[in-house]
């Protein structure tokens, strides 16, 4: 035994003092990928809820210099791509059916009143309450980066979005975005050469490797990770039913994400730090503080209000 710990301590030791320098190093071990564009101010499914989730709240977004759309994308039965939450209906509209059920034309208009889901009991009081097809979005905002993200696995979703971005021209500022790698997967052979963010599972890998001593050494192809700041945790999002298994994920996820070195690290390799979905300047704050790229807002207006006034800090990384 005493053998044994002869040889595996020096070598355990000679391990993480490798890993720690090529962490803070990693241009020694990858080349630097240079971004195309940069996420301080992103637009939560299209920006500010008093606009409802649709055309006019995307159009307030780059009112407010938004760097990113992020919208979520469902199917028509006519095969028509819309910016739309939910598949089910029934929530938005009251009318339950799915949207893959409906043409375009016969979709139903949004409810008068939508209530924000990291905003409990504020409330979206859009005018135009239409469904907004995702190539009007290209038309409207040809240059304005853009993250789609598929909620379920349909193939042919992917590949009518794979198109719309080819036909655009917007391969290089529209980012593929899904919880699932067995999604993502698809979504990448459908055009890879649209940027993609993390699923959950490779979040975890990379937490994992970055304790374990190996994100320096293994390669990194997102250039995303889209990820909740767990400061809202139980406060404005809710997880589990269950308010001690919030209490009990809040402390946990802090401890093991809010790690300065671990996002410099991923800046310094290129891919883009960005939590969501931050509605309160304590939150802004707390995000661009421990090295954040951007910030996910419902409410474009407060967040450009905060990078305006806190100097260079808040405003580069």
Known sequence: ?????????????????????????????????????????????????????????????????????????????????????????????????????????????????????????????????????????????????????????????????????????????TIWASEKSSVMKKCKAANPEMPLSFTISRGFWVLLSYYLGLLPFIPIPENFFFCFLPNIINRTYFPFSCSCLNQLLAVVSKWLIMRKSLIRHLEKRGVQVVFWCLNEESDFEAAFSVGATGVMTDYPTALRHYLDNHGPAARTS
Not at 22 to 39: A, E, G, N, S, V
Not at 40 to 55: D, I, K, V, Y
């Open 1 to 173: 035994m005493s053998l044994l710990l002869y040889y595996a301590l020096p070598a355990l030791g000679s391990y993480a003092m490798l890993s720690i320098f090529f962490l803070r190093r990693p241009h020694l071990l990858h080349t630097p990928r240079d971004p195309t564009f940069r996420i301080r101010l992103g637009a939560h499914r299209g920006g500010e809820p008093g606009r409802g989730e649709n055309r006019r709240r995307s159009g307030h977004s780059m009112a407010q210099r938004s760097d990113l759309l992020e919208l979520d994308c469902q199917l028509t039965r006519d095969r028509v791509v819309v910016v739309s939450h939910d598949e089910n209906l029934c929530r938005q509209s009251g009318l339950n059916r799915d949207v893959g059920s409906l043409d375009f034309e016969d979709l139903p208009l949004y409810k008068e009143k939508l209530e924000v889901y990291f905003s409990p009991g504020h409330f979206a009081h859009g005018s135009d309450r239409r469904m907004v097809r995702l190539e009007d979005l290209f038309q409207r905002f040809p240059r304005t980066p853009m993250s789609v993200e598929i909620k379920g696995k349909n193939e042919e979703l992917i590949r009518e979005i794979a198109g719309l971005v080819r036909r655009y021209d917007r391969n290089e500022i």
